[in-house]
Structure formats: C-alpha cells, structure tokens
C-alpha cells in the first residue's frame, strides 16, 4: 500500500538536512497525487529519523509503531485517570485502546504510524489541558499548545482537539474544576493556523474531491461508513483491510437512521 510511496521510493526521507524540507508537500512521500492530498511533517521526519538509524530495515519501522501506540495507551491512561480518578476504569481504556482489534492497522502497516504519533500528542495536550484547568500553569498551557501542534503535525484528524478538549473541560467540570472555554478559543486558532499552512503547502485545502458524486452523496456515504466503523468498534467481526462502503445516494431509512447514530 502507501508504504512504497511514503517510506521505500521516497527520496525526502533519506536524509535530515535540510530541516525545511520537512515542511514541503513534495517531501511527504513520492506520489505525486498523495503529494497534493497529504501534509503531514512530523511523521514524515520520523521515517528520516528511522532511516538514518536502521535504513529500510522494516522491523524498525514496525518497532516504530508499536512503541508510539503502547506510549499513546499510557496515555490514555493518563487522562482517564486525571478525569474519573480511578485507576480501574483508567487501566480499562488503556487496555481496550491497547488491545482492539480494529487498532491493528497503526501497528502492522508501517505507513500508518501516523495514526498513534498523532494519537500520543493529541492524548497529551487533552492531559496537560485538564491538568491545567485544575491548576493553571504557564508551562502546562505551553506543554498542551506544542503537543496539540504535534499532533496536528503528524495528522489532520487531531483538528478535532477543540471539540474534544471541550468534552474533557466539561467532564472536569462535573467534578467540581472550573470550565476555562477560552482555552479552546486558542486551539481553535491553532486549528485555523495549521490549516493555512497546509492549504499554502498543498495549493489545496480539501484533501479529495467529491468521490462520491456530489456532496449529499458524499454526506450520506460517510454517514453509513461512521455506523460501519462504529459497529465495527463494538463488535470487531469480518475485520478487513479495506472496507468498501457502497455510495449512497439518497436519504432513505438507512441512512437516516446512520445519520441519528452521530
């Protein structure tokens, strides 16, 4: 799969220097389409570093993987921790997000790290950002500003932080901590920034077209692709590596009741 194009074939991660490059859409991988789709610096800094220590050996970008998804379940376990105080129902979603089946492509498929490199920063800034709430600290906010911008760094799903942040603000507050919303504002600009700097380095801001016709088919698709993947995360059976999710065109039962799961 992208393994070829991101890691074997492309030329930007056989050296450092200079450390600019890294913030090139030509560097990220050596497909041209995928170069015009995809901005994501610090895992494509993280094959380089791969690469000047072990070169193309595959089981080091495997090793690569698995170390960051174990380092993004300790913390998860962190936050859950910080949230309910508990160290049980901590070590419970610790262990799910460890162990699930449907986390087994970040950990296997090596063009894939993105996914727990962008899951430890993204779960950090979230544990920085509730320490913080509890006891507001200069450095604390600083530690949840850099790993939100590393996540965002290594993939584009961390723009979610925002959201998500709130969630977390809100599930402290239930325990009695103050709800500092003006946080998010600044994540919320943090969010804005990166993507600039994406859309300059992409000349694009949309990651693909309408692959499915149009934007309510596009819509309705990815409301039934959600209740797949939700399934999915419940009851982890016919596992694949690529599920194909038939286009869906109209607003029929089905999809609305897709559409009633978000």
Known sequence: YDDQAL?????????????AKFLKAST????LKMNRSSWRPLTTLSYALVYRLNGLDPRAYHALSVVLHIAAALAAYALVLL???SAWPAFIAAAVFLLHPVQAESVAWAGASANPLCALFYLLSLCCLVSWNRRPRAPVLLGAFVCAGLALLSKEMAASLPLTAGLCLWLD??????????????????????AAARSAA???????????????AQMFTMAH????????????????????????????????ACFALL
């Open 7 to 19: 890691i074997v074939s492309n030329p930007g991660i056989r050296s450092l220097t200079p450390a």
């Open 202 to 216: 992409l000349g694009q801001t949309a990651q693909t077209g309408y692959w499915a016709g149009s934007f309510a």
């Open 173 to 194: 507050r239930r325990r009695g901590g103050p709800f500092r919303w003006r946080v998010l504002l600044g994540l919320a600009v943090l969010v804005g920034l990166f």
């Open 28 to 31: 990220q991988s050596s497909d």
């Open 225 to 256: 692709a959600f209740a797949r993947y939700l399934r999915l995360t419940l009851v982890p059976a016919g596992l694949s590596v690529d599920h194909l999710i038939p286009v869906a065109r109209s607003l029929d039962a089905g999809t609305l």
């Open 83 to 85: 949230l309910f105080g």
